[in-house]
């Protein structure tokens, strides 16, 4: 077994040279090229972390303007709605009023046409009395001979009339 | 057994051969020859300073390569968060070299190199070099324990609600336990890897014998021991990283124990 049989004469050599290849590796790889390496990874994940925070942050954003456009659109709405209940209620009384004035002159109208049937109905009507009575003058003189006078003949007629 | 007679030796890969005529470099009276194993420490080390290096680009949306290496440190630091806690982060340097060095020497031990005459050597079988990442992690342990909690520290070698007359019983346990614990933490990693590649070299050694004893040899041994063999380098390649990650769990655990007592 050499590692027993050269020991005595390679033992030294073999520590010597460990201690020199062991301490460079040390000083170069472990001391001067590890922290860099570590400090690198460290950075990627604190950017990384960043990052993430950057967009939750983004997000949240979003949603808070999402939850006041949102806010601002219902208002809106609301407002449009109550314009539009305005209009439909204004237009709704212009109509009435509209109405009603039509109604008004209608019914005026209506009572105007009434009141000249009645005159020319009572017009007719004395009309009719008149000729019945001078009628019944003439037929009375004809037949009778006896000649009324035009005050009897019409209450005569008035009374017939009356009677039916 | 004779010598002409093609052989193969499953320890000879342990071998360390000083290089380049470097055998009798010293330093204050100490051998420091650049061996085979120091060799393969340097490749190691120049391959993982490569791969760590690809991962720098810094780009906010990583490629493969710099996804690959945040893959490993993300892994070392959750490992260090969940055993440890926040006060482990400023450890993932030194246990991200650990499992990373252990990592690449046991992968590039196990490259097939040899098919073009490179011989990869794994220095991680040597427990000469895993005592000695043992004891720097345990070393770091007792440095921090010491440091945060003064003579406190010694308060890890008695559970919570131990019976008075049962702690001069358990405290010479628990002292045990804790003071062999480099020694497990470098056994594991020198018995693992060298297990592994002792095996591969006696079954490989099985193939090359019974294919040359005859065609009924081959068949019968040659053929169902490179099978084997086929099976036992991707277990191989998950006990290299295995055993990375159990040399750092265990370190971080053990500075766990040092962070936090109990």
Request: net charge negative; with cysteine; charged share 15%.
């Amino acid at each position: 077994m050499p590692q027993i049989a050269q020991l005595a004469e390679t033992y030294s050599s073999q520590v010597f040279w460990l201690l020199v290849f062991f301490g460079i590796v040390f000083v170069f790889v472990g001391r001067g090229m590890v922290p860099k390496v570590m400090d690198t990874v460290a950075q990627r994940d604190q950017q990384i972390a960043s990052d993430l925070a950057a967009a939750t942050a983004a997000r949240a954003k979003a949603d808070e303007e999402e939850e006041a456009w949102r806010v601002r659109e219902n208002e809106n709405r609301a407002a449009a709605q109550a314009i539009v209940a305005e209009a439909k209620a204004d237009a709704a009384a212009s109509n009435e009023k509209t109405l009603s004035a039509a109604q008004e002159r209608l019914d005026a109208k209506l009572a105007q046409a009434e009141q000249d049937i009645a005159a020319a109905r009572t017009s007719a009507l004395a009309e009719v009395e008149t000729v019945a009575a001078e009628a019944a003058q003439d037929i009375v003189q004809r037949l009778a001979g006896v000649s009324v006078t035009a005050a009897t003949a019409k209450s005569a007629v008035k009374k017939a009339m009356i009677h039916g | 057994m004779a010598a002409e007679v093609a052989k193969v030796d499953p320890m000879h890969q342990f071998t360390i051969a000083p290089l380049g005529g470097s055998a009798n470099w010293e330093l204050a009276g100490f051998n420091i020859a650049f061996t085979n194993s120091a060799l393969w420490m340097a490749i190691a080390t120049v391959v993982l300073i490569i791969f760590v290096a690809g991962g720098l680009k810094r780009e906010l949306v990583p490629g493969r390569w710099q996804m690959s290496v945040e893959f490993f440190t993300g892994f070392i630091d959750d490992m260090l968060e969940a055993n440890v806690g926040k006060a482990g982060r400023k450890y993932v340097p030194y246990i991200f070299s650990l499992f990373m060095f252990i990592l690449f020497a046991n992968i590039l031990g196990l490259m097939p190199l040899g098919v073009v005459g490179v011989h990869p050597f794994t220095f991680t079988s040597h427990f000469t070099v895993t005592g000695v990442l043992a004891i720097i992690s345990f070393a770091i342990v007792l440095v921090v324990g010491f440091w945060k909690h003064g003579l406190h520290f010694f308060s890890l070698f008695i559970p919570s609600g131990t019976p008075l007359p049962m702690i001069p019983i358990i405290f010479p346990i628990e002292l045990i336990s804790f003071l062999v614990r480099p020694f497990s933490l470098g056994l594991r990693l020198f018995v693992a890897m060298m297990a592994g590649h002792v095996l591969l070299e006696v079954l490989s050694s099985f193939v090359i014998d019974g294919t040359n004893a005859g065609a009924g040899f081959a068949a019968l041994v040659g053929i169902p021991s490179f099978i084997l063999m086929v099976g036992i380098c991707a277990l191989e390649i998950l006990v290299a990283g295995i055993q990375a990650y159990v040399f750092a769990l265990l370190t971080s655990l053990y500075i766990n124990d040092a962070e936090n007592l109990h």
